[in-house]
């Protein structure tokens, strides 16, 4: 019985306002975050390097310039730093029990797959909530110094942890080649919902929607860029549905996500019931 469902989430823009490293780890360097981001764009452009890759290679050259060392503790500490859009301390909560009032047979888990940093996100107030989260990281000396980016997380390659879920394989030594029949994964695409909030997860969300599964495209009120992306997305077909990145009870986001999730439990009840009138042949 598939009864195993996932909401998995994009972190920066999607659960918070900023970037994560515009609370932590720029801040912390004294860096100035328009002229950073900028030199990276700029390089990644003239020399087709990828973008992630770029701006951890320029951090680590920011910090050596001011004679800071980087260690994964330091990194840890800064998530506490933090902030989310309102209601997601509770949001999570509030998926679980309306999940566990629709069925007591059916398990829900949450997971980040973010470009950000692993180091950072394992630091984070909401981490207890989540199952798995999956970003980029750096290799650190045998002092516990960064010195060199070892994964990567990209547009693309968050797919690959999208397949990860999918067939349960979860630690990134394991290999998902090998072919696995769709009724023995443990959570099915259609089973699955992505919350994203831009041009950034479009492999994401057409991935999962392809495959029978569901998205939804979040904006904040004030920005109107990301507004009319999320309006692109939702007439593109890549999303179900768009709301504004308010994670309270009371929200669209809430009720969306939640009739998305009514939709899935009820077919993964049909589903359990039709094989159950199958073996007893009726």
């Not at 306002?17 to 390089?43: H, R």
């Not at 929607?209 to 007439?235: D, M, P």
Request: include cysteine; proline fraction near 2%; aromatic fraction near 10%.
């Amino acid at each position: 019985m598939q009864n195993k469902i996932a909401i998995v989430y994009d972190f920066d823009g999607t659960l918070t306002p900023k970037t994560m490293q515009e609370y932590t780890i720029i801040p912390k360097l004294g860096i100035k975050s328009k002229s950073f981001w900028s030199s990276i764009k700029k390089e990644s452009i003239s020399t087709g390097g990828e973008l992630m890759m770029v701006y951890m290679r320029h951090l680590l050259d920011e910090a050596k310039k001011r004679n800071i060392k980087i260690s994964k503790n330091i990194f840890h500490k800064m998530g506490k730093d933090i902030v989310y859009y309102n209601g997601v301390g509770k949001w999570f909560s509030n998926i679980n029990k309306y999940v566990g009032s629709l069925s007591k047979n059916i398990q829900i888990s949450h997971y980040i797959i973010s470009a950000g940093h692993l180091e950072i996100l394992d630091g984070i107030s909401i981490k207890k909530y989540v199952k798995r989260i999956f970003a980029s990281e750096y290799f650190y000396d045998n002092k516990g110094y960064a010195i060199f980016p070892k994964t990567v997380v990209t547009d693309t390659t968050k797919t690959q942890y999208l397949f990860r879920i999918n067939k349960g394989k979860e630690n990134t030594s394991e290999s998902i080649n090998t072919h696995m029949p769709e009724n023995k994964r443990p959570i099915p695409f259609h089973n699955m919902i992505y919350i994203g909030d831009g041009m950034t997860d479009v492999p994401s969300m057409a991935l999962i929607k392809k495959e029978g599964g569901h998205s939804i495209a979040v904006f904040q009120k004030s920005q109107k860029k990301q507004l009319k992306t999320c309006k692109q997305l939702l007439n593109a077909k890549r999303v179900d549905f768009i709301a504004q990145a308010n994670y309270t009870k009371e929200s669209e986001l809430f009720k969306r996500t939640c009739l998305l999730l009514g939709y899935i439990v009820s077919k993964i009840k049909y589903n359990f019931e039709l094989e159950k009138c199958r073996k007893t042949k009726g």
